[in-house]
């Protein structure tokens, strides 16, 4: 993670479910979006923990153990993980990523030694980050 990057925490809601948001407030310094033209994305369904959508302790602990190892892929020349979307029975963490096939080897290294985590990786081509620009477009008070 870059030091001098601002995040930012929002609420919303989705099927009268809350959901939570984290994300960075604006493409980090001297980044040309073009760079990383693909919008890879990492989806973990869960089993609520209740009504509210929220995971339980130990599937948040596990989807904290994911973030930890991927942190070290968010840098220049790689990638950026650009927002994280909390609730509704799901986990999803989205990236920017230079080169996908170079990104997905540095992934399996870093989770080896883990236990499976149940996840989904798809990608898209988008070279504008058109999902994350949207998306930030339609936040409130940033």
Sequence with gaps: MLTDDVWFTATGEEDGKPLIFRGRQN??????????????SIFWPYEAADESGMPDEETNDDQIDLEDALEVLDSPGVSFQ????TGNGRK??????SDVEEWMTRVNELLAGHSAFPIEIVNYLEPDWAMYHGF??????I
Excluded at 136 to 141: K, P
């Design 82 to 85: 650009m927002l994280v979307v």
């Design 136 to 141: 930030i477009s339609g936040v409130e008070g």
């Design 27 to 40: 493409v980090p310094a001297g980044v040309t979006e073009s760079d990383y033209p693909t919008l890879l």
């Design 92 to 97: 999803e963490w989205h990236w920017y990523v």
